[in-house]
């Protein structure tokens, strides 16, 4: 879990409820689909920002299920966002809470500078107005999986980081996965515990 270096426990924040209605087509949004690497200045709604978490790892079942697939249901991801300029929001990092689709308040102030640094200088994790950062913590599937445990979460995080491609497309805005970062500084950013692992981020926004 991340923490806030002694700082009072920050707010927990209700999103906007999702979305489940469309009016184009999934092929279409399949076909249209791209990587966006550059971005226009303008502010991701609130709206948009819980449509985009929840198409990562909401919950969409009684049960517990979420939008993608998880080895044996054992869910080992977690979303961060780290936000620049996303209206009615405070910049800032906060953790997605699956369930109750909500924000827990993490750590205060625009990290987007500090993120690009960490992903080697690109200009995508500074440009756009939000960062989805998705980590995993592999002991949760490892209980039951062992070693064949870090394919799983992988394939985990593909399945995810591709519902947001999707959303994103379908709200007509664009984001691109970035692999190239130095892990421990990301970390660092994000003040994630050691046993948490940072494996994508997700600049987004709409395109320029």
């Known amino acids: ?78 979303v961060y966002l780290v936000a620049g300029s996303v209206d009615g929001l405070a910049a800032g990092v906060y953790g997605y809470r699956a369930h109750g689709h909500s924000l827990r308040a993490c750590l205060a102030g625009d990290r987007r500078r500090e993120l690009a640094a960490a992903a080697l200088g690109q200009a995508a994790a500074l440009e756009a107005p939000a960062v989805l950062i998705i980590a995993a913590r592999y002991a949760r599937t490892a209980r039951k999986y062992g070693a064949r445990s870090e394919r799983y979460v992988h394939i985990e995080v593909g399945h995810a980081a591709q519902n947001v491609y999707l959303q994103a497309q379908a709200l007509g805005l664009g984001t691109v996965i970035v692999g190239a970062f130095d892990d421990d500084a990301v970390r660092g950013v994000l003040e994630l515990a050691k046993p948490e692992a940072p494996l994508a981020l997700l600049p987004v926004g709409a395109p320029r």
Not at 9 to 15: E, N, S, V
Not at 22 to 32: C, K, M, N, T, Y
Not at 64 to 74: D, F, H, I, V
């Open 1 to 78: 879990m991340m923490t806030s270096h002694g700082a009072p426990r920050l707010a927990t924040i209700a999103l906007p409820e999702v979305s489940i209605d469309g009016a184009r087509s999934f092929a279409a949004i399949l076909h249209e689909r791209r990587s966006i690497r550059e971005f226009a200045a303008a502010p991701l709604s609130l709206e948009a920002t819980g449509q985009l978490l929840w198409a990562a790892q909401g919950v969409t079942s009684s049960a517990g299920e979420r939008t993608a697939p998880s080895a044996g249901a054992l869910y080992p991801l977690e």
